[in-house]
T-cell receptor, first 116, second 113 residues
Framework: DTEVTQTPKHLVMGMTNKKSLKCEQHMGHRAMYWYKQKAKKPPELMFVYSYEKLSINESVPSRFSPECPNSSLLNLHLHALQPEDSALYLC???????????????FGQGTRLTVV | GESVGLHLPTLSVQEGDNSIINCAYSNSASDYFIWYKQESGKGPQFIIDIRSNMDKRQGQRVTVLLNKTVKHLSLQIAATQPGDSAVYFCAENNPGSARQLTFGSGTQLTVLP
């Protein structure tokens, strides 16, 4: 299994809603990532988890709250988002933290988020 | 600041021709590079990687060339097929930086029939 699975594929939420994005991998990877991608732009790193601990937060607003319940799961909790937060949210995983060892990251298909 | 960038935002090639997608990087400390392919509505898909101790690496129909002297990376696709139409991103990794993978701006490859 070389897949990173993200749910839901699409999400529309109001600015007062609370929702969560989910990511799962069963490759035994110990590093997991959240990226944000706007249309026609490259992915931008948001968070890095290494061995279930948050290792990098790229100055992301607190309305985005990541959680890593175990080595296979990664969540992104959303609250009080703004319309400009609409984007494709990508989850990725790698064997270990790329800050430690050069290794490829595998990406999920993303969640297309629209904030209305 | 240092960044990874691409020379051309769009590239159109005839089906069956070879494609060359270029990427310039400015961080001399980067020692690992990846090419990703992203089709519309999908996540980036790993194509090929190369470490800085190599100049060339070949995969199935793809070749990556690394020129450290001029900080240039290229992806060559042989016998381009319609299914190769996508946005291609190069990404660099500087293990000494907390930034992890840094993506270039991307090139849209369109394969013409």
């Amino acid at each position: 299994d070389t897949e990173v699975t993200q749910t839901p594929k699409h999400l529309v939420m109001g600015m007062t809603n609370k929702k969560s994005l989910k990511c799962e991998q069963h490759m035994g990877h110990r590093a997991m990532y959240w990226y944000k991608q706007k249309a026609k732009k490259p992915p931008e790193l948001m968070f890095v988890y290494s061995y279930e601990k948050l290792s990098i937060n790229e100055s992301v607003p607190s309305r985005f709250s990541p959680e890593c319940p175990n080595s296979s799961l990664l969540n992104l909790h959303l609250h009080a988002l703004q319309p400009e937060d609409s984007a494709l949210y990508l989850c990725a995983s790698s064997l270990v933290d790329q800050g430690t060892v050069n290794t490829e990251a595998f990406f999920g298909q993303g969640t297309r988020l629209t904030v209305v | 600041g240092e960044s990874v960038g691409l020379h051309l935002p769009t590239l159109s090639v005839q089906e069956g021709d070879n494609s060359i997608i270029n990427c310039a990087y400015s961080n001399s400390a980067s020692d690992y590079f990846i090419w990703y392919k992203q089709e519309s509505g999908k996540g980036p898909q790993f194509i090929i990687d190369i470490r800085s101790n190599m100049d060339k690496r070949q995969g199935q129909r793809v070749t990556v060339l690394l020129n450290k002297t001029v900080k240039h990376l290229s992806l060559q696709i042989a016998a381009t097929q319609p299914g190769d139409s996508a946005v291609y991103f190069c990404a660099e990794n500087n293990p000494g930086s907390a930034r992890q993978l840094t993506f270039g701006s991307g090139t849209q490859l369109t394969v013409l029939p």
